[in-house]
């Protein structure tokens, strides 16, 4: 009976990750929307924050770059997605490691499978994904911050949370509030130490790093049914993309069950520690903001306040205290049964699913996997062996694509992750028909000089490549006939004649940025060393050395 109460909670955790992600197992890529995956991606300037756009996928990039040379992107992509979903609600119930094996049920599923996990998965967002995942591990080590050994745990369960800007913020705000005062300076210096490859090069990038607040309206949360925004920030939704939102969390009924279960987590939260329940009111708070003039104004006259844009993302932080809240209201509200402490725990678990069941496999096919046409790898080979200089630029130009071979389905153009150089792929989004424009100053400067008819290799343009089949046209007419060196059903690429003049778009300094990226890996290194040599070990050993 132990045995089985032992293993029933990460069995549960890891039947749900295998519930949600059973279509895309066996070999294949999920592309769609921001996620892009390839077979190996090179390790390429943007990556490591040097490239002419604000760092936005740093380190992430770099990392994905490196572990592709280890293991096929495909494989990586499913061990990610996997690991993110197991370790969330395995998290969860770890935090409550005190608690009934119900109460830590109840917590487990009510993290993993809720409104946050099914709209970031069906956007694609798989850094978010992963950084929800460590926010309870990030919690519980912060908490209990007292010996070096505590401090290198929390290095090692926020490293994963830091591969974006905003999963930096996330992780580093929970740690700052869930540490206290009294380590304030140690959980700050970690956070500086592990978002450094992302913040240096965003403040030394010379080009502007304030935003358009056009994106404000584009990406404030919203609501999903009759009840409004906050209810929907209340059982963790409101994306701003309809398009990946569940189609049960537009059910009538289900912002009525949102609100008893937000009513059972605020009498669960009593047992919370104070700083992690005000943060995740915080998050709410400034979820709510977006979309209104204040956040405007801020994406539009603060550097780097663009992070701020999509919202949403910052329910994140209320997700901890609900879910374990939640449990814990659940447990309460069981102990003072008379009768059925364990049916009515049973039915708090089955809650978030009962309410949500089109998360289960892929979304009832949402997430499906393909391979990259031939097409692609024969331009990389083309690419990897040639002399001729300069850079590539991706037409038609456009952030997405839909790509028949793909289902039409809409996909981040996955030319810049693919293609062993520096692809240049304009970054203007368009939502609800409405163009945001991006932040590339290159990629502004090869549409203008597109508009125009202007040479692009006076922009360090060697190379374009011309995606079939996805919408969009080319202007411009760039495209000479005699330059094209290869054609296929899906791509064509060219070579421009004539040597590309350097590229003299602006980038951040190379010195501090790599600085940065070395400080953060060593960081991590040295975390991992602590706790498989821990220093009484590596003392004792030198001290039998020396004598």
């Given at each position: 009976m132990g045995i089985t109460r032992r293993f029933l909670v990460p069995?549960?955790?890891?039947?749900?990750?295998?519930?949600?992600?059973?279509?895309l197992f066996g070999r294949g890529f999920t592309l769609a929307y921001d996620m892009v995956?390839?077979?190996r991606q090179d390790l390429l300037p943007a990556a490591l924050g040097l490239g002419t756009a604000l760092p936005r996928a740093v380190p992430g990039d770099a990392v994905v770059s490196l572990l592709t040379y280890l293991v096929p992107g495909d494989l990586l992509q499913q061990v990610l997605l996997a690991g993110a979903l197991f370790a969330g609600p395995f998290g969860a119930a770890r935090y409550l490691r005190d608690e009934t094996t119900g109460v830590r049920l109840v917590a487990a599923v009510a993290y993993g499978w809720s409104g946050f996990v099914a709209e970031r998965l069906f956007i694609r967002h798989w850094p978010y994904l992963l950084t929800y995942a460590c926010l309870p591990w990030i919690a519980r080590a912060a908490r209990t911050l007292r010996t070096p050994r505590d401090a290198a745990t929390l290095v090692l369960v926020s490293a994963p949370a830091v591969l974006t800007p905003t999963g930096g913020i996330l992780a580093a705000g929970l740690a700052m509030v869930c540490g206290g005062t009294r380590k304030l300076w140690l959980t700050t210096s970690i956070a500086v130490l592990l978002n450094a490859p992302w913040w240096v090069p965003a403040i030394l990038h010379p080009g502007s790093t304030l935003s358009d607040p056009a994106g404000v309206t584009a990406f404030g949360a919203r609501g999903e049914s009759w009840a409004g925004p906050l209810t929907s920030l209340l059982g963790l939704g409101g994306i701003w993309n309809a398009e990946v939102v569940p189609a049960s969390r537009t059910n009538p009924i289900v912002p009525v069950i949102v609100i008893a279960m937000t009513a059972i987590a605020v009498l669960g939260m009593r047992k919370l520690e104070k700083p992690?329940?005000?943060?995740?009111?915080a998050g709410l708070a400034l979820a709510l903001v977006g979309g209104t003039p204040v956040l405007g104004w801020v994406v539009e006259h603060v550097p780097g306040g663009?992070?701020?844009?999509?919202?949403?993302?910052?329910?994140?932080?209320?997700?901890?205290?609900?879910?374990?809240?939640?449990?814990?209201?659940?447990?309460?509200?069981?102990?003072?049964?008379?009768?059925g402490r364990t049916a009515l725990l049973a039915a708090a678990a089955i809650i978030p699913v009962a309410i949500m069941p089109d998360?289960?496999?892929?979304?009832?096919?949402?997430?499906?996997?393909?391979?990259?046409?031939?097409?692609?790898?024969?331009?990389?080979?083309?690419?990897?062996?040639?002399?001729?200089?300069?850079?590539?630029?991706?037409?038609?130009l456009g952030s997405f694509r839909q790509f028949?071979?793909?289902?039409?389905?809409?996909?981040?153009?996955?030319?810049?992750?693919?293609?062993?150089?520096?692809?240049?792929?304009?970054?203007?989004?368009?939502?609800?028909?409405?163009?945001?424009p991006g932040e590339d100053a290159r990629a502004a400067a090869v549409r203008k000089a597109l508009a125009e008819g202007r040479d692009l290799a006076e922009l360090g343009i060697g190379w374009i490549l011309v995606e079939h089949g996805t919408p969009g046209r080319i202007s411009g007419n760039p495209l000479k006939p005699d330059e094209r060196i290869y054609h296929g059903r899906w791509l064509d690429l060219y070579q421009l004649g004539g040597p590309p003049r350097p590229d003299e778009t602006g980038r951040p300094p190379k010195a501090p940025v790599i600085t940065a990226d070395v400080l953060a890996l060593a960081t991590v290194m040295l975390s991992v060393l602590w706790l498989v040599l821990p220093a009484g070990s590596l003392g004792r050993s030198s001290s039998r050395t020396r004598e």
């Open positions: 069995g549960v955790c890891a039947a749900m990750a295998l519930v949600v992600l059973a279509p995956f390839v077979p992690m329940v005000g943060l995740g009111v663009g992070l701020l844009r999509d919202s949403q993302k910052w329910v994140a932080w209320w997700a901890l205290p609900f879910a374990l809240g939640f449990a814990l209201g659940a447990g309460k509200v069981a102990s003072a049964s008379r009768r998360l289960a496999w892929g979304g009832w096919g949402r997430l499906a996997s393909v391979d990259y046409p031939q097409d692609w790898a024969a331009v990389r080979q083309i690419l990897e062996t040639s002399d001729h200089p300069g850079d590539v630029v991706a037409l038609p028949a071979w793909n289902g039409d389905r809409t996909q981040y153009d996955p030319a810049a992750q693919y293609l062993p150089r520096t692809t240049v792929v304009d970054d203007t989004l368009v939502v609800d028909g409405r163009a945001v």
